[in-house]
Every structure is written in C-alpha cells, then in structure tokens.
C-alpha cells in the first residue's frame, strides 16, 4: 500500500492542516467505487489546483491521499482497514501531527446527504463546519449532522488529539455502496462544487485560528 502526500513549498516543516481521503477500492467483483472513494480525490485535486492562487494559505495545508481504508473482510474492524491513515500517524513523530484534519469520503453522491457525526466532531469543529456551511450558501439539509460514530480515516488522527472532521454521506440503507452501482453516474459535480466551496471558508478559518493561538500560547 502507498500513501501519497502533497505539500507546497520546499521546507520539512509540519502543516497544521491535513486533508486527505482514500484512494482504494474495495475489492469486489466490477466495482469502480467512484463516490467511494474517487469523488474525495477528485475534489482535492481541484481544490489544489485553486489553493494555488493562494500560495500563503496553501504552505499551511498537507493533502494526504491515503491507502488502504477498506478492509479486506466484507466489514471493518478496528484492526482490518483504516491501514493507510493508522499508518501516517504511527510514522509521525510527537509535534508532528497536525492541529486539524479534514477528511473527505463519499463526497459526490447525487441522491446523498453528508452526515458528520457529532459524537466524532469537536464543539468548536461543529461551529465551524455550521459557519461554513452558511458561509458557502449551503443547504443544512445536504450539509447535516448525525449521532453515528464512524470508523474512517479520521478515526486515527481523532484518537492522537488531531481536531477532526469527517465529511461522508449518509449511506445507510443506501443501495449502491459498495456495489457495482457505484459508479460514475452516481457522480454529482454539483455536491462536490459545494464540498470544495464548503473547504475554501473552513481553510482560512482554520489557518487564522491557529495564528492566533500561537501568538499567545507558548510553543
Ligand atoms: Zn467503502
């Protein structure tokens, strides 16, 4: 398995943002998995492309796509899957995990709902995703909460103190995942237009909060 990390600029230094998602797919007969989870890496990969023209808020994000979400038995457990992201923070060192984490996974379902789990979010995370989604002109319908707790890549960085947030659809009772259903005509280029417009307002509210917490907390 191979996680692939992108970061701007050339110092080694941590970046106090990570965004990642999967680039697996589960392995079944004839599945494609394009909003589980190729939809996260395509909205990443345009996000990158406009993080580009702001070059001072991109040096503070790393973009990790990670490998190995899905487990090899038909359900995850906590020692099958989740394998690229336990990995990246067992391999980080003390101080150098980062402040937040924004994880996307099933993000451009066009008969979905996103469900962040409150139990899984900060308060604070929880206020800002609200203010984001008010920001962005978003509907708190498609952008909602739920009680459930998931196990996804944010689990790991969650459990190591990282303040997380874990963008993925509601896909209970749903009749595609993790079928052969999920395919490219699932896609809806309109929910992830607003999963990336919905990042552009947390971005630089995450950057400004920790700016303002450094220069009173001593590091
Ligand atoms: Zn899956």
Redesign the pocket.
């Known amino acids: 398995m191979i996680n692939l990390r992108a970061r701007r600029g050339e110092d080694a230094a941590p970046r106090p943002i990570l965004l990642s998602c999967h680039i697996d797919t589960?392995r079944i007969e004839g599945f494609i998995g394009a909003d589980?989870?190729a939809s996260g890496a395509g909205v990443l990969l345009e996000l990158a492309r406009a993080l580009a023209q702001q070059p001072e808020l991109a040096a503070q994000i790393e973009i990790i796509f990670l490998d190995g979400?899905?487990a090899f038995a038909p359900s995850m457990t906590a020692r099958d899957g989740l394998y690229g992201s336990r990995y990246d923070v067992a391999r980080r060192g003390e101080g150098e995990l980062p402040s937040f984490q924004i994880n996307l996974d099933m993000v451009g379902g066009r008969d979905t709902r996103i469900a962040v789990s409150a139990p899984d979010s900060s308060d604070a995370m929880l206020r800002r995703y609200a203010r984001a989604i008010a920001a962005a002109g978003l509907s708190p319908q498609r952008w909602s909460l739920t009680e459930r707790s998931y196990l996804d890549d944010h689990r790991p960085y969650l459990e190591a103190g990282v303040d997380s947030l874990n963008l993925i659809a509601d896909f209970s009772g749903s009749d595609w995942w993790?079928t052969p259903r999920d395919s490219a005509e699932r896609l809806s280029p309109r929910l992830m237009g607003e999963c990336a417009r919905l990042l552009l307002q947390l971005l630089p509210e995450l950057c400004r909060e920790r700016r303002s917490c450094s220069n009173v907390c001593p590091q």
């Open positions: 589960k589980d989870g979400e899905e993790h």
